[in-house]
């Protein structure tokens, strides 16, 4: 609900690194911290009228993979798809591409190459 309470949270709890974050696809703002092997992207909706105070909800999960095309066949041998045929880049410059969500049980999942 409080993105800087959340970045807040993660750096002092974790001492992870802010690395950046800005407006977000849905219209509210995000942002990435790193600490130890993971990194969260943490989401503030342009509306948090529904949201609880006190509770990080989850909204998606990225798996990193070395190259986002050459992993698609395998998930798509699996029975997997993608709501796209390409990633996109997002705003620290990270490959991503989104399963669909009707082959995940309903979990929202990307791929995502990291930067050089």
């Known amino acids: 609900k409080n993105l800087d309470k959340a970045i807040a949270w993660y750096v002092d709890n974790f001492e992870g690194e802010h690395i950046g ?41 990225g798996y990193v993979v070395g190259d986002v095309l050459s992993c698609m066949g395998g998930c798509q041998a699996r029975g997997l798809k993608f709501v796209a045929d390409a990633p996109n880049t997002n705003s620290v410059r990270q490959q991503v591409l989104y399963f669909d969500t009707e082959t995940t049980l309903g979990s929202r999942m990307h791929l995502t190459r990291l930067p050089d």
């Open 21 to 61: 974050g800005g407006a977000s696809r849905s219209g509210g703002r995000n942002a990435f911290v790193n600490f130890g092997q993971v990194q969260v992207e943490l989401i503030e909706p342009a509306d948090t009228a529904g949201m609880s105070d006190d509770v990080h909800d989850m909204d998606h999960v």
